[in-house]
């Protein structure tokens, strides 16, 4: 953990873009998902990126590979939705402690191959943790609004156990994302504290929300600065935002965040909104533009991508990382 501490003290580093827009370039068919192994699976395993890590780890390798080769300095595991509960859809519950172990070796890997080449400028791994499919705050049955589909321990044990699959593989820090109900991100980082206990050592964590609207607010109804008080209590690496309405339409969140936060900032935005066929359409120049103005006011520490986004974003933003200061931890900057 001091080691990245102390590189981000130094320059700004760059984190990669989309998983998910990059394996939609390959066009995969139903077995590429399934392989062998869940060949004649009861249910449809297409679009299941996360069994790729397994069924198609070479496709996961070339895809970190192009993301270290446009300059990242931190890759994200194949892992967004490895969760137990998450992997219900697919009846794959099972195989989560598997599925984390070898995105985060193929992720370990490739990594370590680009710091190999140049020992200046160290990769790091960063086991991705996403939100579920499912909210401890919400009820997904409007008749019922005290109607809960899962609860706080569920939510611990599914994420303590994927946060200990994504360290044995070789994760060097664990990104709790893309959280829109923050208590479902407090039962993630409560099971990161038991794993902490339980291997007698600290892991460094990046935490980053998204906000669902103009209001800017997640889907839980809380303003950027609740969502920091909320998860202050735990000694992070960084807070930030990523995905939510583009990189334009964040800069007053993270305004805010830059101000008040005591640790290190974060953003990864989308590439602009989907337009009528789901698909982004703004530029690497584009997103470069606006979150170039980020680093002029000097508002974050790590910069990177989320859906939409691809090596060609991402080389675009780790020239931009060179060229600018990262921002001091607790600086008032507006």
Do not use: W
Not at 279 to 299: A, K, S, V
């Amino acid at each position: 953990m001091e080691k990245i501490k102390e590189i981000l003290s130094e320059r700004v580093l760059v984190l990669d873009g989309a998983m998910g827009t990059m394996i939609q370039r390959r066009n995969l068919k139903d077995e590429d998902y399934s392989g062998e192994r869940f060949k004649g699976h009861h249910i449809p395993l297409k679009g299941n990126n996360d069994l790729l890590s397994i069924t198609r780890p070479d496709v996961i390798r070339d895809i970190h590979r192009e993301y270290l080769e446009a300059g990242s300095d931190i890759i994200e595991t194949n892992t967004f939705t490895a969760t137990s509960i998450a992997q219900e859809d697919y009846d794959l519950q099972d195989i989560v402690y598997e599925m984390n172990v070898a995105a985060a070796k193929i992720a370990r890997e490739v990594a370590d191959e680009y710091s190999s080449k140049d020992p200046s400028k160290p990769r790091f791994v960063a086991g991705s943790i996403g939100p579920t499919n499912r909210s401890a705050s919400l009820s997904p049955d409007v008749q019922d609004p005290g109607f809960r589909n899962v609860n706080f321990d569920q939510l611990r044990d599914a994420y303590f156990d994927q946060a200990k699959a994504l360290m044995e593989g070789g994760s060097d820090l664990l990104l709790v994302e893309t959280i829109f109900d923050t208590l479902n991100a407090k039962a993630a980082l409560f099971a990161i504290q038991d794993l902490e206990e339980e291997l007698g050592r600290k892991i460094p964590v990046m935490v980053s929300g998204t906000i669902v609207d103009a209001s800017g607010r997640t889907l839980s109804g809380q303003t950027v600065e609740a969502f920091l008080i909320s998860l202050s209590h735990v000694d992070l690496l960084s807070i930030g935002l990523n995905c939510s309405l583009g990189a334009k339409e964040l800069r007053p969140y993270l305004q805010v965040l830059s101000k008040e936060a005591p640790f290190q900032v974060s953003v990864h935005p989308n590439a602009g909104l989907p337009n009528e066929f789901g698909e982004y359409d703004q530029t690497p120049e584009e997103m470069g533009r606006e979150i170039g103005n980020f680093l002029e006011e000097g508002l974050v520490n790590i910069i990177g991508g989320c859906c939409g986004t691809t090596p060609e974003h991402i080389s675009v933003l780790a020239d931009l990382a060179k060229t600018h200061k990262p921002r001091e931890a607790g600086e008032v900057v507006y």
